[in-house]
């Protein structure tokens, strides 16, 4: 069974740090691209980072470019999501995802999301 | 443009048919996927490409594209479809993946 399980969320300072994680299992990570999606409270989803399964292809959204980082680590079957200088507008809730084949944005399993909260 | 469009709501009475649609110019070169997403829970994909169902997903739910515009058809609704759906795509340089605003269905 396919499984996505997203950790790291929490409250932060705007300005601060946090590091995401998703941790897979049931399929073979390493053949998969891979994605971050976010929620904002009561708004809609949008779409945050991709990495694909060979290295050096990378994309992020303009909203996060510069300060976020998005890394995998195929020997753990673990997806990443630094956060660097957040701000408010990154409160949300974040989902890894998986494409369903190579770079095709038909996002087939989703985790149960990790919570961001930037705050005062 | 880079953004695709979706009406913000539509409902339908149950049983009947609804078509939910989305808009953008990276369809034109891409295909859309809809994802539905009930209050609390993660997105789930209902349709990808030309008009593909992930394994689960019931035969009353079909895609179709033409031009810059992406459908979602529900053929005889059941009340467990009320969600909220969402389209996407890559969009126009490829470089970037579009999600639409959302389309909140209600089943009357």
């Known amino acids: 069974e396919v499984q996505l399980v997203e950790s790291g969320g929490g409250l932060v300072k705007p300005g601060g740090s946090l590091r995401l994680s998703c941790a897979a299992s049931g399929f073979t990570f390493s053949t998969y691209t891979m994605n971050w999606v976010r929620q904002a409270p009561g708004k809609g989803l949008e779409w945050v980072s991709s990495i694909t399964s060979r290295p050096g292809y990378i994309y992020y959204a303009d909203s996060v470019k510069g300060r976020f980082t998005i890394s995998r680590d195929n020997a753990k079957n673990s997806l990443y999501l630094q956060m660097n200088s957040l701000r408010a507008e990154d409160t949300a809730v974040y989902y890894c995802?998986?494409?369903?084949?190579?770079?095709?944005?038909?996002?087939?399993?989703w985790g149960q999301g990790t919570l961001v909260t930037v705050s005062s | 443009s880079s953004e695709l469009t979706q009406d913000p709501a539509v409902s339908v009475a149950l049983g009947q048919t609804v078509r939910i649609t989305c808009q953008g110019d990276s369809l034109r070169s891409y295909y859309a996927s809809w994802y539905h997403q009930k209050p609390g829970q993660a997105p789930a994909l209902v349709i990808y490409?030309?008009?593909s169902r992930p394994s689960g997903i019931p035969d009353r739910f079909s895609g179709s594209s033409s031009g810059n515009t992406a459908s979602l058809t529900i053929t005889g609704a059941q009340a467990e479809d009320e969600a909220e759906y969402y389209c996407?795509?890559?969009?126009?340089?490829?470089?970037?993946?579009?999600f639409g605003g959302g389309t909140k269905l209600t089943v009357l």
């Open positions: 996407n795509s890559r969009d126009s340089s490829g470089d970037q993946v579009l």
């Open positions: 995802a998986r494409d369903l084949y190579d770079s095709s944005a038909y996002y087939d399993y």
């Open positions: 490409g030309k008009n």
